[in-house]
């Protein structure tokens, strides 16, 4: 089970990446960095000119264990979630979608050193440019689709986020025990603690995202229709009683974890989140932005959901589902360590 988790997400050490370093396998992220056209002199200077970039990549120091022993990764079979950020930043440039087109930053990509500069202050900040946070998280969705993983995200919050919500469909739920704002080193070991107890649970999610972007919903008196549900709900069952075994051992084990951990690191806490699977349009983060675009500047939409191609480019992924992770941090979390 691999899961792409936003590069705001892990920067901030928000419930969706830890919840997803915790269950995942693998978890795929958007590393910002150059071109392979750029040279390592050329990545040096840049880091030398960009104090910014500098500045992110030492927000992501607490994550290196992680990426050390491969629980975090910015590949998955050669492919880089940048190629989906690209396009989707070049799709709306060129007016794919009216409404988001005078959001985005002209020549995001045309320079190597400006477009390190924003998207790492972009990260840094919490993502409130629309022209760089947008095409990040649409590219993200369609890099997850293409590659037939799971997409992390938050519990909705935004007029878009919330939007954005309406256009899922549900597949399953569960709470689950996570540490909050835990250093890599404890992650690392828990995951290789956890690894054994948690086969089920991944297997079963799989199978359940499997099943709900591969059906089509059917429709009233459809035979096949009906199938798919009888085998949602199956696939749902069993993501919740995978889940209700591993809870209680998961949580001494977490609870363990944090006793035994470094005191100096009292931001790590002991806390619950909730798991939510969905299946949405693999557009839906441009669908939602774009209506909550509209809103706000007091336009309509003359296109309805879709987009208004810009070019005559079939879209490999269009009418493609994507599963997301929708975690949401409740009740109040446990405070491990010394204060």
Same mark, same amino acid.
């Given at each position: 089970?691999?899961?792409? !988790?936003?590069?705001?997400?892990?920067?901030?050490?928000?419930?969706?990446?830890?919840?997803?370093?915790?269950?995942? =396998? +693998?978890v795929v992220t958007l590393m910002p960095a150059p071109? /392979?056209?750029?040279?390592?002199? =050329?990545?040096?200077?840049?880091?030398?000119?960009?104090? /910014?970039?500098?500045? %992110?990549?030492?927000?992501?120091?607490?994550?290196?264990?992680?990426w050390e022993c491969g629980a975090i990764v910015s590949? /998955? $079979?050669?492919?880089?979630?940048?190629?989906?950020?690209?396009?989707?930043?070049?799709?709306?440039?060129?007016?794919?979608?009216?409404?988001?087109?005078?959001?985005? /930053?002209? #020549?995001?990509?045309?320079?190597?050193? #400006?477009?390190?500069?924003?998207?790492?202050?972009?990260?840094?900040?919490?993502?409130?440019?629309?022209?760089?946070?947008?095409?990040?998280?649409?590219?993200?969705?369609? %890099?997850?689709?293409?590659?037939?993983?799971?997409?992390?995200?938050?519990?909705?919050?935004?007029?878009?986020?919330?939007?954005?919500?309406?256009?899922?469909?549900?597949?399953? @739920?569960?709470?689950?025990?996570?540490?909050?704002?835990?250093?890599?080193?404890?992650?690392?070991?828990?995951?290789?603690?956890?690894?054994?107890?948690? #086969? *089920?649970?991944?297997?079963?999610?799989?199978?359940?995202?499997?099943?709900?972007?591969?059906?089509?919903?059917?429709? =009233?008196?459809?035979?096949?229709? $009906?199938?798919?549900?009888? @085998?949602?709900?199956?696939?749902?069952?069993?993501?919740? *009683?995978?889940?209700? +075994?591993?809870?209680?051992?998961?949580a001494d084990l977490l609870a363990c974890a944090v006793?035994?951990?470094?005191?100096?690191?009292?931001?790590?806490?002991? @806390?619950?989140?909730? !798991?939510?699977?969905?299946?949405?349009? !693999?557009?839906? !983060?441009?669908?939602?932005?774009?209506?909550?675009?509209?809103?706000?500047?007091?336009?309509?939409?003359?296109?309805?959901?879709?987009?208004?191609?810009?070019?005559?480019?079939?879209?490999?992924?269009?009418? +493609?589902?994507?599963? #997301?992770?929708?975690?949401?941090?409740?009740?109040?979390?446990?405070?491990?360590?010394?204060?």
């Amino acid at each position: 089970m691999d899961v792409v !988790v936003s590069p705001y997400h892990l920067t901030s050490r928000e419930p969706a990446a830890m919840v997803s370093l915790l269950l995942a =396998d +693998r978890v795929v992220t958007l590393m910002p960095a150059p071109t /392979r056209t750029m040279r390592a002199d =050329d990545l040096r200077d840049a880091a030398y000119a960009l104090p /910014r970039y500098l500045k %992110f990549v030492e927000s992501w120091r607490w994550s290196q264990a992680l990426w050390e022993c491969g629980a975090i990764v910015s590949q /998955r $079979g050669g492919l880089d979630p940048i190629d989906e950020v690209r396009r989707v930043w070049e799709d709306l440039a060129a007016g794919a979608w009216p409404e988001l087109s005078l959001l985005m /930053r002209a #020549g995001l990509f045309d320079d190597e050193r #400006g477009y390190l500069d924003a998207v790492a202050g972009d990260v840094l900040k919490g993502g409130p440019d629309p022209g760089i946070c947008i095409p990040v998280s649409a590219g993200l969705d369609r %890099f997850a689709a293409g590659c037939g993983l799971l997409s992390a995200r938050s519990a909705a919050v935004s007029v878009a986020q919330k939007a954005e919500e309406r256009m899922g469909r549900r597949l399953f @739920a569960f709470s689950v025990p996570v540490l909050s704002q835990a250093p890599g080193e404890l992650m690392s070991d828990v995951r290789a603690d956890a690894e054994e107890m948690l #086969g *089920e649970l991944r297997e079963s999610i799989d199978a359940a995202c499997e099943q709900g972007c591969a059906a089509d919903g059917g429709t =009233d008196g459809d035979a096949d229709g $009906g199938a798919s549900d009888v @085998a949602g709900l199956e696939c749902s069952r069993r993501v919740s *009683e995978a889940a209700g +075994r591993v809870s209680g051992g998961l949580a001494d084990l977490l609870a363990c974890a944090v006793e035994a951990s470094d005191r100096r690191e009292t931001r790590t806490v002991l @806390a619950t989140a909730t !798991v939510t699977g969905v299946a949405l349009p !693999v557009n839906a !983060v441009l669908c939602s932005s774009s209506h909550a675009a509209s809103a706000l500047i007091g336009t309509r939409s003359s296109r309805g959901d879709e987009p208004r191609a810009a070019l005559p480019v079939a879209d490999p992924l269009a009418g +493609r589902l994507v599963a #997301g992770l929708v975690v949401k941090l409740v009740g109040s979390p446990v405070t491990g360590g010394r204060r």
